[in-house]
Nanobody, 115 residues
Framework: QVQLVESGGGLVQPGGSLRLSCAAS????????MGWYRQAPGKQRDLVAA???????SYADSVKGRFTISRDNAKNTVYLQMNSLKPEDTAVYYC?????????WGQGTQVTVSS
């Protein structure tokens, strides 16, 4: 059973930065595509960024140029660096892993962008 544990969320002012981490265990991390989803109150859960086992990345239009997804296969960890944060980035962020997405879910971490 794959387990995903997110960390790094919190409260940040508009224009600030946060880095989310997701540590994976219980599966073959190196063959999984990893992704970050987010869900704001009253809205659906959407894919924000994804990275394949080979390192290819993709992003939602709303975060292109501001967010960067990366992975460290030696540490079984995926990261989401979020810069130039906006109030509309406020959401619960979920890590996801699988041969295709969505696969396994983490428990989520809250990101709040507010002054």
């Amino acid at each position: 059973q794959v387990q995903l544990v997110e960390s790094g969320g919190g409260l940040v002012q508009p224009g600030g930065s946060l880095r989310l981490s997701c540590a994976a265990s219980g599966g073959i991390f190196t063959i999984y595509t990893m992704g970050w989803y987010r869900q704001a109150p009253g809205k659906q859960r959407d894919l924000v960024a994804a990275i394949t086992w080979g390192g290819s990345t993709s992003y939602a239009d709303s975060v292109k140029g501001r967010f960067t997804i990366s992975r460290d296969n030696a540490k079984n960890t995926v990261y989401l660096q979020m810069n130039s944060l906006k109030p509309e980035d406020t959401a619960v962020y979920y890590c996801n892993a699988g041969r295709i997405l969505p696969g396994y879910w983490g428990q989520g971490t809250q990101v709040t962008v507010s002054s």
